[in-house]
């Protein structure tokens, strides 16, 4: 192992007594990263890879899930389904071990669904949840797991569901507001998807406008080769069944426009700078621990 004095991941990590694990961190202060979104396959499509490669490097990964997708559409009529939210639960059980990572964490909100899925009338809804109480059960996860690394949706949500909205609100302000805690979060990232990627997605059928839902490549803090995880991120891909059935948009791709588009997704992964509290040794970084305080050594 490198010695963690002199690793580029931690030029900045702070001198301490405490012995290392065999790891080569602080043992009462292990690298986490904690990741929080809306819906079952959010998290497939966004950071599998980026998940999968932490927990194979030992890091702790927590991933929140504010919804269990209720008002999700089947895309496979071939499935019987009496209750969906407990299905796209099981879904993302399956996808989460299909990462490497543990089981989620849910905070019981309704999806608000969209079109004419919108719930409009649920209190539990997450567009209709305060934002302040949604931040509070953030902030308590925080302070329980004391994250490092806080990776949630960018400002425009990917494609701007309401409830990745009210997600990426919520986290951002969770990372500010716990700024006090003895072990406060060190870094916050946005999922980023750069004009170019933007573009391609608009070729095949979306209707996202790369100069609204884009970052310039400059806006790019991290850029993650997830390629080796190609297989795993399929495969958490697939266990969403209801969402990727052959009603789905992929499902209905011809494919060579399917393989193209997994080519975009599946390859790499993009996070743009949310917040830090740990200096940044260098621009863009090396990975998503890089320069952050206290961790002794994560092989970014």
């Given at each position: 192992?490198?010695?963690?004095?002199?690793?580029?991941?931690?030029?900045?990590?702070?001198?301490?007594?405490?012995?290392?694990?065999?790891?080569?961190?602080?043992?009462?202060?292990?690298p986490?990263?904690?990741?929080?979104?809306?819906?079952?396959d959010?998290?497939a499509?966004?950071?599998?890879?980026?998940?999968?490669?932490?927990?194979?490097?030992?890091?702790?990964?927590?991933?929140?899930?504010?919804?269990?997708?209720?008002?999700?559409?089947?895309?496979?009529p071939?499935?019987?389904?009496?209750?969906?939210?407990a299905?796209?639960e099981?879904?993302?059980?399956?996808?989460c071990?299909a990462?490497?990572?543990p089981?989620?964490?849910?905070?019981d909100y309704?999806?608000?669904?969209?079109?004419e899925r919108?719930?409009?009338?649920?209190p539990?809804?997450?567009?209709?949840?305060?934002?302040?109480?949604l931040e509070?059960?953030?902030r308590?996860i925080?302070e329980?797991?004391?994250?490092?690394?806080?990776?949630?949706?960018?400002?425009?949500?990917?494609?701007?569901?309401?409830?990745h909205l009210?997600?990426?609100?919520?986290?951002?302000?969770?990372?500010?507001?716990?700024?006090?805690?003895?072990?406060?979060?060190?870094?916050?990232?946005?999922t980023?998807?750069?004009?170019?990627?933007?573009?391609?997605?608009?070729?095949?059928?979306?209707?996202?406008?790369?100069?609204?839902?884009?970052?310039?490549?400059?806006?790019?803090v991290?850029?993650m080769d997830?390629?080796?995880?190609?297989?795993?991120?399929?495969?958490?891909?697939?266990?969403?069944?209801?969402?990727?059935?052959?009603?789905?948009?992929?499902?209905q791709?011809?494919?060579?426009?399917?393989e193209?588009?997994?080519?975009v997704?599946?390859?790499?992964?993009?996070?743009?700078?949310?917040?830090s509290?740990?200096?940044v040794?260098?621009?863009?970084?090396?990975?998503?621990?890089?320069?952050?305080?206290?961790?002794?050594y994560?092989?970014?």
């Amino acid at each position: 192992m490198p010695d963690p004095r002199h690793s580029p991941s931690s030029i900045n990590a702070t001198d301490t007594d405490t012995p290392e694990t065999p790891f080569g961190y602080r043992s009462d202060y292990p690298p986490t990263l904690l990741a929080v979104f809306a819906h079952p396959d959010d998290e497939a499509f966004s950071v599998g890879g980026t998940l999968a490669h932490y927990a194979e490097k030992g890091v702790r990964v927590v991933l929140v899930c504010a919804t269990r997708g209720e008002a999700g559409k089947i895309t496979d009529p071939s499935m019987t389904v009496t209750d969906l939210g407990a299905q796209r639960e099981q879904e993302l059980r399956n996808a989460c071990d299909a990462l490497g990572i543990p089981a989620p964490i849910f905070l019981d909100y309704h999806d608000s669904g969209r079109a004419e899925r919108v719930r409009h009338d649920d209190p539990l809804a997450l567009m209709n949840v305060d934002v302040f109480e949604l931040e509070g059960k953030i902030r308590a996860i925080i302070e329980e797991v004391q994250p490092q690394i806080i990776v949630t949706f960018d400002p425009h949500g990917g494609y701007g569901h309401i409830d990745h909205l009210q997600v990426h609100r919520a986290t951002s302000a969770a990372f500010f507001s716990t700024g006090h805690l003895p072990k406060p979060p060190q870094r916050l990232y946005f999922t980023a998807l750069t004009h170019a990627v933007a573009e391609q997605i608009g070729r095949f059928g979306n209707d996202l406008d790369p100069t609204v839902y884009g970052v310039s490549d400059k806006s790019v803090v991290v850029r993650m080769d997830v390629g080796r995880y190609t297989d795993r991120k399929k495969a958490a891909l697939a266990a969403h069944g209801t969402q990727m059935g052959p009603e789905s948009r992929m499902g209905q791709m011809p494919p060579e426009q399917r393989e193209a588009m997994e080519r975009v997704f599946l390859g790499g992964e993009n996070f743009s700078l949310g917040g830090s509290r740990a200096s940044v040794p260098r621009y863009p970084l090396g990975g998503l621990f890089d320069g952050v305080d206290f961790v002794m050594y994560v092989d970014d």
